[in-house]
């Protein structure tokens, strides 16, 4: 029987559900569908990448198009309200970003980053060349 309290579950259904976004599912789920085999949230890599690929030597991350400031994105654009707040976290959050892959970089790690946006159009398609992992983006529409 489950003998958790009701706010012990609904602490615990908070941190499923901030690891286990959609965008980072469906992009778990093309790579199971591709026969990748892939760690999770690995915690001994600088900013503990989301995915990660051992056997390819490469991590991924999945980007929150808003959260992390995605280019000339519809999904990134700032609220009317605060702007200069959130203007200046999505900054910093970029910045932070930058650095994590700079440091993967540096211990040999080949690094990607999702978008979200594309990952709900289903875009990416995963391929192994010369040892690391890389991906395609399907055309809109396809
Ligand atoms: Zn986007």
């Known amino acids: 029987m489950d003998n958790k309290t009701k706010e012990q579950r609904s602490q615990n259904m908070a941190a499923v559900k901030a690891k286990n976004t959609k965008p980072e599912l469906l992009v778990r789920k ?3 569908c591709q026969g990748l085999r892939y760690r999770l949230n690995v915690k001994n890599l600088p ?3 989301d995915i990660v690929l051992t056997k390819y030597k490469t991590v991924i991350f ?3 198009c808003f959260w992390h400031g995605h280019n000339k994105c519809k999904k990134a654009i700032l609220p009317k309200t605060n702007t200069d707040f959130w203007k200046k ?3 910093t959050t970029k910045i932070r970003d930058k650095k994590r892959i700079k ?3 540096n211990l040999g790690w080949h ?3 999702c978008w979200e946006c594309a990952i709900l ?3 990416y398609i995963f391929y192994i060349d010369n040892g690391y992992l ?3 983006i399907r055309k809109k529409g396809f």
């Open 121 to 123: 159009h289903n875009r």
């Open 30 to 32: 093309t790579l199971s």
């Open 62 to 64: 999945i980007n929150g």
């Open 111 to 113: 690094c990607l980053v």
């Open 47 to 49: 900013g503990s990448p």
């Open 103 to 105: 440091e993967l970089k």
């Open 89 to 91: 976290k999505i900054e």
């Open 134 to 136: 890389y991906y395609s």
